[in-house]
């Protein structure tokens, strides 16, 4: 199963992907993830990201498609992938339907998280991470069970993005909309585009997920 999570900044991709990723035992690849650690240990990529990224500008499709085809064939990918962040260009989801056509595979799914944009700013602004793990927690939407411990790894210590602070937000909302949008009607028209309330709870938008991709308990199957 190959699904891409399509939303502005904030829309909950990272939150739904890691779910995906534990339900259906496929491989989440989460460029803008990929992209923070390479900044943080000082790589060639990172070097020529950094400033990319603050300004919440995108990074040149070459090097991210490069990004990308270095990843999906890693073994946790196997039986499949779940992209967070990935395609944000027409021209990112040309090559990758080109690189998967060439392997006689193709994105299955593609699900739009729909969200109100002034509803975002919360969402990003209370966004942080486990330092250690990288599981996502929320000032107000999603605490950990117990406060200042990691659920997932134990970790007493969270980081926040350079890049979530309002004005970085704003410019980087203004970029979803002119660049990544365009891509809605380009899988619509595939046929592939599923979209679900991107502005309910964490686990309704889960649940409507499983229903727009018919893996709902009364036809479980992983087709
Ligand atoms: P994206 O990957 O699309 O930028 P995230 O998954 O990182 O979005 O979610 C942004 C923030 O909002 C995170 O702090 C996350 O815990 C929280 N969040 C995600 N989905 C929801 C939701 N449905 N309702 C409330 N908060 C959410
Ligand atoms: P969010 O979860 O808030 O949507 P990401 O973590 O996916 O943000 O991305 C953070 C930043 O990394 C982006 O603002 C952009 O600069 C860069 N980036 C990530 N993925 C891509 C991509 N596919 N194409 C271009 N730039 C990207
Ligand atoms: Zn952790």
Redesign the pocket.
Known sequence: MKII?L???????????DILRKKLNIGKI?T?DMLREAVASGTPLGKQVQDIMAKGHLVPDKTMIDVLFGRIHKADCALGFVL??FPRTLAQAEALDRALAFEDAAIDRVIE?KVDDEKLMK??V???ACAKCGA???DS??RPMQAGVCDACGSKEFIRREDDKAQTVAKRLETYHMQTEPLLPYYRVQGKLLSVD?????E??ARQIDEVMGMGKKNAKNS
Request: hydrophobic share 30%; net charge positive.
């Open positions: 999570l939303g502005p900044p904030g829309a909950g991709k990272g939150t739904q992907a989460a803008g967070d962040g998280l969402r990003i209370g966004r942080y996502g927690y929320h939407f999603k991107g502005m309910a709870e964490i309704e938008v």
